[in-house]
């Protein structure tokens, strides 16, 4: 039988801190000893809701450089949340060691204790173990590389002028969703290396091929660009990590300015992940909270009361509104990254003959924590679902596939409730959280160096969904800034290599211009 607990860890939804240090403290017993948790040490700060805005204007960063885009952020949502039009997280965690939770001060007793399960223990053991985390972040260094960044571009302002800065960043900003490598090249990134490099990168002024292209006489470009593949070679084309390439060959940026790029593009790759697992990292997180919170009642550690408002604020994460709700938005993450943990574990343990055939590797193994561990280690959203999505779930959900094409007049139904349907509907859905369908393939591939050094970049066309020209002249806008010459975006259909549409711009007189540092 299980023991219960002399007395409650509080009563009512006052707390103090040693009402917290108490409820953490069960918290971790638990996660370690029920559930074998493998996590960062936390580190917990108690904030306001205005504090909690800030958080959200600098994209949850304790640290972070300065720029107007972030104020504007902070006025958008207190606007919002003044007016009452928008709540404001319970919690934010920040990926790093110790793994940083902010809790706000206006929760209960209740909601701390749900947050600190959610956050300290789910968030945390899912990105420490995760294999795109340990691969794309280094969580021990970046709250070094953020105290960096920060004074180096609070000094180059100084020095520069915070005009220069800005518009550099503006650019910079613009620029980084294609700012990351996106396949491993060996091991996770080390920005505390990263950091002892960077005074040997700002001692030297000009790198790479800028020499080239400021000193190379014209008969001598003409014979450098003998060929369009020697000339690929020798600029690493194609390149889909633009900011890279800036940073590396831009021909008009100070060495100072190439620095900045660097953290931009440091930074984008250090949220890479997050964009990849969002249905799996607060699926595993609500699962933990959920095995937390019932463990805790069970043992009469939280009251019945407490209990009943803990069901009441999980049950309002995890609801999903149906496409024919005035509040449907689309499937809400949470929602269906819980649903498919609680499907596993029932797999694991009550498989039925459906689940042996769709799930053979899992079914009926018993092992619940392990299976799921194993899982929130090694799969993305992508992966996830294609593998563990079962009929069950989707028959519960009522899902169907349309197939509806811009030159046909008519919707057709793809895929229904049967053996070939649950298949095409894995991986219709699967296919919605794939990196290569959510951002644009977009890579330089050349430049001409022998003439007017115009940069060459091609937008290879997923589904005839082409960019949207208004915003896709605004970012060709700021490349051709950051690279000094005019700049061509051709849109390329896939199959036949034919141009769709193409966009031009030249760089600004008032862009980013090369500064002596």
Request: contains cysteine; proline residues 4%.
């Amino acid at each position: 039988m299980t023991k219960l607990a002399a007395k409650p860890l509080y009563e009512g939804s006052d707390w103090n801190f040693d009402t917290i240090q108490r409820i953490y403290d069960t918290v971790e017993t638990i996660a370690r000893e029920e559930l074998d948790l493998n996590t960062y040490p936390n580190q917990i700060e108690v904030i306001t809701a205005e504090q909690m805005l800030d958080a959200y204007s600098s994209t949850g960063m304790p640290l972070l450089y300065n720029h107007w885009s972030f104020g504007k952020q902070f006025l958008t949502n207190e606007l919002m949340y003044r007016k009452g039009q928008r709540g404001l997280a319970y919690e934010l965690v920040i990926n790093s060691d110790p793994c940083i939770n902010y809790i706000m001060e206006e929760n209960s007793a209740t909601m701390q204790t749900l947050v600190l399960a959610h956050a300290a223990f789910g968030h945390n053991h899912f990105f420490k173990n995760n294999y795109l985390f340990q691969q794309w972040t280094d969580a021990e260094g970046i709250l070094d590389y953020l105290e960096f960044a920060k004074r180096y571009i609070s000094q180059c302002e100084e020095r520069y002028g915070q005009v220069q800065v800005e518009r550099l960043l503006d650019a910079a900003h613009a620029l980084n969703r294609q700012g990351v490598h996106r396949y491993p090249r060996g091991q996770a990134r080390d920005l505390k290396a990263e950091l002892a490099r960077e005074n040997v990168r700002h001692a030297q002024r000009e790198r790479d091929y800028d020499d080239i292209y400021r000193t190379l006489p014209a008969a001598k470009a003409k014979a450098a660009d003998a060929g369009v593949s020697a000339r690929a070679a020798a600029l690493g084309l194609p390149q889909e990590n633009v900011l890279y390439f800036l940073e590396k060959s831009a021909p008009r940026l100070a060495p100072w300015q190439r620095e900045i790029l660097r953290i931009t593009r440091v930074l984008a790759q250090y949220f890479y992940p997050q964009g990849q697992t969002k249905v799996m990292n607060e699926g595993a997180a609500c699962y933990v909270h959920y095995r937390i919170m019932t463990t805790l009642h069970q043992r009469g550690h939280i009251t019945e009361g407490s209990f009943l408002e803990f069901l009441t604020s999980h049950t309002n994460v995890v609801s999903q509104p149906m496409f024919d709700s005035g509040h449907y938005g689309g499937l809400n993450p949470y929602w269906v990254g819980y649903n498919m943990m609680q499907d596993i574990a029932q797999v694991c343990v009550a498989p039925t003959e459906e689940d042996r055939f769709w799930s053979p590797d899992i079914a009926g193994n018993g092992d619940v924590e392990g299976t799921l561990k194993h899982i929130w280690a090694n799969y993305r959203d992508e992966s996830f679902v294609s593998q563990f999505l079962s009929p069950r779930l989707m028959r519960q959900w009522r899902l169907f596939k349309l197939d509806d094409h811009e030159k046909v007049d008519h919707i057709k139904v793809d895929a229904i409730h049967d053996e070939r349907g649950y298949r095409e509907l894995r991986r219709g859905l699967a296919r919605q959280y794939d990196i290569s369908w959510q951002e644009p393939d977009i890579q330089i591939v050349d430049v001409d160096l022998a003439g007017d050094r115009t940069l060459m970049l091609e937008h290879h066309v997923t589904n005839g969904v082409l960019l949207a020209e208004k915003d896709a002249g605004r970012v060709v806008q700021h490349l051709a800034d950051l690279w000094g010459y005019e700049v061509v975006l051709r849109e390329i259909e896939p199959e036949g290599g034919s141009s769709l549409k193409e966009h031009k711009a030249r760089p600004r007189a008032t862009g980013p211009r090369l500064a002596e540092g």
